[in-house]
Nanobody, 123 residues
């Protein structure tokens, strides 16, 4: 079983930066894709970014490309999301997720999820 715990959310101003962290435990993750998704009030879940645990290949949603950076730390078993130049439309609950073997932005193929962390960007 995989456990994921997010942290780092909060209330920030437009243009500020925030770093989210996800601590993973329970299995080895060599073949895993780790992803960040978000869900804004009244909207569906949305892919944000993903990274291959082995190799570090990354992919981003168009809405965050150039502003957000996903990374992972082998030693700490963490996956971080550095968010810069935040906008009000980035306001959402952000979730860390893990998928065994799929390289995808389809949230349905991620069986493991964290509890989420709130990010609010105030104008």
């Amino acid at each position: 079983q995989v456990q994921l715990v997010e942290s780092g959310g909060g209330l920030v101003q437009v243009g500020d930066s925030l770093r989210l962290s996800c601590v993973a435990s329970g299995r080895t993750f060599s073949a895993y894709t780790m992803g960040w998704f978000r869900q804004a009030p009244g909207k569906g879940r949305e892919f944000v970014a993903r990274i291959r645990w082995t190799g570090g290949t990354t992919a981003y949603a168009d809405a965050v490309k150039g502003r957000f950076t996903i990374s992972r730390d082998y030693a700490k078993y963490t996956v971080d999301l550095q968010m810069n130049s935040l906008k009000p439309e980035d306001t959402a609950v952000y979730y860390c997720a893990a998928s065994a073997g799929y390289w995808t932005d389809n949230g349905s193929l991620y069986p493991y999820w964290g509890q989420g962390t709130q990010v609010t960007v105030s104008s």
